[in-house]
Nanobody, 123 residues
Framework: QVQLVESGGGLVQAGGSLRLSCAAS????????MGWFRQAPGKEREFVAA????????YYTDSVKGRFTISRDNAKNTVYLQMNSLKPEDTAVYYC????????????????WGQGTQVTVSS
């Protein structure tokens, strides 16, 4: 149905920045709420950020507020996660997810997932 491919992960020093991209296939991107989740080794997948269909409404988990920014370009079928002031605790595999209609903050609410991109923040 909806295919998602993340990119932009890598190794960065604490305090640095990284921008993740998620490219979606299909003709329904403009109708989707999009989210970013992350999962560190030994931990459960957690919500990071979400954005509604037109980019007007955004949501963030408290730990990334003021540091991360989610955005989207519907013409390119792409959602972004700009990560600034990165901390070692941000190290995780970051997943892009799509949800029909409005975005959510629970992983179980999302219909489609990308394969993830590794983000490693060194101290």
């Amino acid at each position: 149905q909806v295919q998602l491919v993340e990119s932009g992960g890598g190794l960065v020093q604490a305090g640095g920045s990284l921008r993740l991209s998620c490219a979606a296939s299909g003709r329904t991107f403009s109708m989707l709420g999009m989210g970013w989740f992350r999962q560190a080794p030994g931990k459960e997948r957690e919500f990071v950020a979400a954005i509604n269909w037109n980019g007007i409404s955004t949501y963030y988990t408290d730990s990334v507020k003021g540091r991360f920014t989610i955005s989207r370009d519907n013409a390119k079928n792409t959602v972004y996660l700009q990560m600034n002031s990165l901390k070692p605790e941000d190290t995780a595999v970051y997943y892009c997810a799509a949800k029909w209609s409005y975005p959510g903050t629970y992983a179980t609410q999302y219909d489609s997932w990308g394969q993830g991109t590794q983000v490693t923040v060194s101290s």
